[in-house]
């Protein structure tokens, strides 16, 4: 089975082309320019899309499938058990995460960081139940909104791991509240949920999981498919 999995997130797109379970390639697109040639000149037997922003129907009239598209929504049938209170207010980037992170390690709890526009955490429990979780600003919305809603601070541009904890310049200042109070907002969450979970898995994607990934001090994972994949596996449930 030859299938794609397309992610619209809140800046862009993702996409992952399969071969069974195996995923033997993947891009990003801006969402407005919809997917590159290279992609639309292909026939898929299956195909998934799950958008969180925009209108995914145009995307899907640029693909050429023999089989099933699904369009990820609340009525999706799931490999796991969504105990969301709201399952049509839910992410489908969100429960993708939990998805994969399952498929991953069965039989443990699961904490999924994704690292992006915004920081969402998302907690699927040992017997694949999806609990919920929490949605936070990400980084560059932290830094724009700084600049937005002051008067005079500067925008920062970029992440780097080498930030200061004592800011000396107002751009250091801002690096320091932003960058090392994101490291912070990442480690007390990720403590509090191994206090409340035995055998915590942390799993991070996302933009900025590498920066995470090199300044965070627990023990994690970092699989910047989660997404796809775990978009791949609903597919296959599905088909």
Known sequence: MRSIAIDIGNTGGKYGVFEEDALVSQ??????EGLPQAVTSQTFDHA??????????????????????IMLSAQTALP????YKTPATLGADRIAAAVAAHYFFPGRNCLTIDAGTAITYDFIDERGHYQGGGIAPGIQMKFKALHNFTGRLPLVQGIHENFPLIGQTTQESLESGVLGGSVAEVEGIIS?????SD????????GDAGFFESTVKHPIFVIP??????LQRILRHNV
Do not use: H, P
Request: aromatic share 4%.
């Open 27 to 32: 891009g990003s697109f801006k969402e407005q």
């Open 199 to 206: 055998k915590l898995v942390v799993i991070l994607c996302g």
């Open 48 to 69: 998934i899309i799950a958008s969180v922003s925009g209108d995914a129907a145009k995307i899907q009239t640029g693909l050429s499938v023999s089989g099933s598209i």
């Open 80 to 83: 796991v058990s969504n105990d």
């Open 225 to 230: 498919e989660l997404v796809l994949i775990g």
């Open 192 to 196: 509090a949920y191994r206090q409340k």
